[in-house]
T-cell receptor, first 113, second 110 residues
Framework: GAGVSQTPSNKVTEKGKYVELRCDPI?????LYWYRQSLGQGPEFLIY????????DSGLPNDRFFAVRPEGSVSTLKIQRTERGDSAVYLC???????????FGPGTRLTVL | QKEVEQDPGPLSVPEGAIVSLNCTYS??????FMWYRQYSRKGPELLMY????GNKEDGRFTAQVDKSSKYISLFIRDSQPSDSATYLC??????????FGTGTKLQVIP
């Protein structure tokens, strides 16, 4: 496909469990971003990758959250010991260059029971 | 005070109306001004962006920026039911780390 894809589209988990959310950016896009969107709010920045390295992870709320992009393409957002407050839509975006237009995926809706 | 303030709405207008969506911001360093549109259960999509004060027009959409009052607007002419979505303003220092407003939900009634 031509767009950013995210899997799974929905994830329901129990408090305390570990989850992984995957993002497949547009082919050739070097920059990749993770955002979190709670109900009725705008997306909140989490982390930005340029290539394989995290250029800015200042938005990660605490050390339970971690993201990787080992080959500079697919990225995985990992959340340990999930809490109910982690429930949100997790959005991924990619851009050809850091200053280029960002293209968002449809998001993964995470529900922590 | 939040960095970006946006009336959450919802805003309901009849088809064909002119819509005005507004944001205020507090950070004087913001120099890139973007508007995103987000349909229900979809990711945001870039609608318009501008780098300076003034107006920028694209079809039925006009983005207006007033840096002196830290006020940005998006106008939609001849609104259509397909314009029903949440509109997010995003004034920023750069493109890397975009800060969004809370979004205004718009409903255009046929």
């Amino acid at each position: 496909g031509a767009g950013v894809s995210q899997t799974p589209s929905n994830k329901v988990t129990e408090k305390g469990k570990y989850v992984e959310l995957r993002c497949d950016p547009i082919s050739g896009h070097t920059a990749l971003y993770w955002y979190r969107q709670s109900l009725g709010q705008g997306p909140e920045f989490l982390i930005y990758f340029q290539g394989t390295g995290a250029a800015d992870d200042s938005g990660l709320p605490n050390d339970r959250f971690f993201a990787v992009r080992p080959e500079g393409s697919v990225s995985t957002l990992k959340i340990q010991r999930t809490e109910r407050g982690d429930s949100a839509v997790y959005l991924c975006a990619s851009s050809l260059t850091p200053t280029g237009a960002k293209y968002f995926g449809p998001g993964t809706r995470l529900t922590v029971l | 005070q939040k960095e970006v303030e946006q009336d959450p709405g919802p805003l309901s207008v009849p088809e064909g109306a002119i819509v005005s969506l507004n944001c205020t911001y507090s950070n004087s360093a913001f120099q890139y001004f973007m508007w995103y549109r987000q349909y229900s259960r979809k990711g945001p999509e870039l609608l318009m962006y501008t780098y300076s004060s003034g107006n920028k027009e694209d079809g039925r959409f006009t983005a207006q920026v007033d840096k002196s009052s830290k006020y940005i607007s998006l106008f939609i002419r001849d609104s259509q039911p397909s314009d029903s979505a949440t509109y997010l303003c995003a004034p920023n220092e750069g493109y890397q780390k975009v800060t969004f407003g809370t979004g205004t939900k718009l409903q255009v009634i046929p």
